[in-house]
DNA sequence: ACCTGAACACCGTTCAAGT
DNA sequence: ACCTGAACACCGTTCAAGT
C-alpha cells in the first residue's frame, strides 16, 4: 500500500477531493463514501481522517471547488447588453452548468452540514463571488442605491431560480403539464425585473 | 414479540408511520431507519418490508401525510381580501406551518426517490391541491385567460418561494447579512405581482 | 510521522425457519 | 399468513499496532 513517500500532504488531498469528484459524477453524492474514496486512490479509509476531518468536511470543499468552477463558467456571460439580456445570458450559462454537472450541482444542495452552524467563511467567499456576479448585472437599476438593498434584490432573485431549478430538477413540479426550467426562471425573472422597475422610484 | 393477532394491517400502517413521523421530527429525517421504526413500535424491521416496499416508500407515504397537514393548515387562511393581502396570508400560514414542523417539512425536499422516475399519482394529488389554494388566491388576475397560464404562473411563484426558504433554512444566504425569509419572500411576491400585473393587458 | 486494518456501532434488505 | 432474527453487504469513524 501506499507510504507518506509516495505523495505529499498536498498531493493526496487533490488525489482525494478527485476521487470524490469523479465518484459523485458517476454515481451521485448520495453513493459517495469514504471506503470508496479510500479503495479508488489506493489507500486505506483511515488515511482520508488525516486530512479531512470527516465525511462532511471532504463534500464541503468538494463543494467549494464545484463553485469555483461555475464562477469561471458564469464570468465568461458578462457583456455590454441591457439589464434583461444580461441577465438572461447568466441565466442561460447556469441552466447550461447544471446540465453538464447535475449530480455535482445536486451535491451542493443535497449535502447538509450537520453542524447547524455557520458555513465557513472560506465556503461564504465562493457564494459570494457568485453573488456578484448577480449583482453586476442588476447594478444598473440600483444606481446610487445603498448595495446592501441590491444585495437583498440579486439573493432573493437567485433564491427564487434555485427553487424553480431544484424543484424540477427532483420531477417535484410535474403538476404542471410541462414544467420547463428555463421557461419558468424567465417567468419568474421578467416578472420580478418589471416589477422592480416600476416599484424602484416608489421606494427609491 | 407482537403478532398478527395483535395489530391488523392497517393498524399496522398506522403505528409504523406514526412513529416514522415522530423518529423525524424528535431527530431529523437523516437519522431515520427502519430499525429504530421497528424497535419503537416492537416489531422486527422485517415486518416492516410486509406494509411498505422499503425505506423510500415508507418516507414517500410519510411525506404525503405532511402535505395533507399542511393543507389542512393553509386552507384555513383563505379570506376575502385583495389578492395580496390573501396571498401574504397564504405565505404567513406556510412559514408558520414549516416553523412548526421543522423536521418533517425538511423531509419532504430532502428525501429523493432513488428510481429517477415520476412521482405516484397519489402523491402528485396532494401536491396538485396545495397548488390550487395558489391558483385561487391568484385567480382573479387571470379573469377569463387560459387555466394552464395561471397554473404556469402559481407553480413559478411557489417554488421561487420554496427557493427563498430552504436556503436560508440551510443557512446558504448567510452571505447576506440579515437574510429574514419573510422579507425576501415579500420582496419576490410584491414584485412578482406588480410585474404580472403590469404587463397582463399586453400579453393577455 | 504516516498508514493500516481490525474493531465498533451502526445501516437497508432478504429470506429460511419458526408459529 | 405473519413474524423473527440471522445473514449479507454495506456504512463512518477510531485507534492500537506496525513501518
Redo the contacts with the bound molecule.
Sequence with gaps: ????V??S?EE?REMILEAAQNLVEVDGYP??????I?SSI??????????F????D?VLQLNARTLDEMYVSLVKTKSNNSVEVNFDLLLCGYLEFVDANRNLWRALFDHRPSIENDLPDWYNARVEKLLNLIDDTLKPYFNGEDPTKLRKFSATLWAGLHGIISLTDSNKLDVISDADPLELCRLLVRNFLVGLNSSKYEEG
Excluded: E, Q, V, W
Excluded at 500500500?1 to 507518506?4: K, L, Q, S, Y
Excluded at 489506493?42 to 486530512?51: A, E, F, Q
Design positions: 500500500m501506499a507510504r507518506r509516495d505523495h500532504h493526496l453513493s459517495l463514501s469514504m471506503r470508496k479510500g489506493g489507500y486505506s479509509p483511515g488515511t482520508i481522517y488525516n486530512i476531518a470527516n465525511l462532511d471532504l
